[in-house]
């Protein structure tokens, strides 16, 4: 069993920056590939981002990409999503989620077997 715990999400101006942490614990850490999945009111859960077991290997969505970051310390079990240049389109509930695999997969949340309780991102105009 794993448990994700995300925090970091909170209120920002557009144009802020927040950074969402989570941590992980139940198995190795380090074998598992990590992913940040978003939900707006009334919409689907989307991808945001992925990072391999090492680190080495990282995809975004095009939304987001040039501004947000995903990275991950595995000696303290944690990832991290950095994001800047935030818009209010970026408003939604925040997961991480993890799979049984190293490799990224192609983001799809159904590849992904333990999620987090996610945090609230608001971004205001």
């Known amino acids: 069993q794993v448990q994700l715990v995300e925090s970091g999400g909170g209120l920002v101006q557009a144009g802020g920056s927040l950074r969402l942490s989570c941590a992980a614990s139940g198995r190795t850490f380090s074998s598992n590939a990590m992913a940040w999945f978003r939900q707006a009111p009334g919409k689907e859960r989307e991808f945001v981002a992925a990072i391999s077991g090492s680190g080495g290997s990282k995809i975004y969505a095009d939304s987001v990409k040039g501004r947000f970051t995903f990275s991950r310390d595995n000696a303290k079990n944690t990832v991290y999503l950095q994001m800047n240049s935030l818009k209010p389109e970026d408003t939604a509930v925040y997961y991480c989620?993890?799979?049984?695999?190293?490799?990224?997969?192609?983001?799809?949340?159904?590849?992904?077997?333990?999620w987090g309780q996610g945090t609230q991102v608001t971004v205001s105009s």
């Open positions: 989620a993890t799979r049984s695999s190293s490799w990224i997969g192609s983001g799809s949340p159904t590849e992904y077997i333990y």
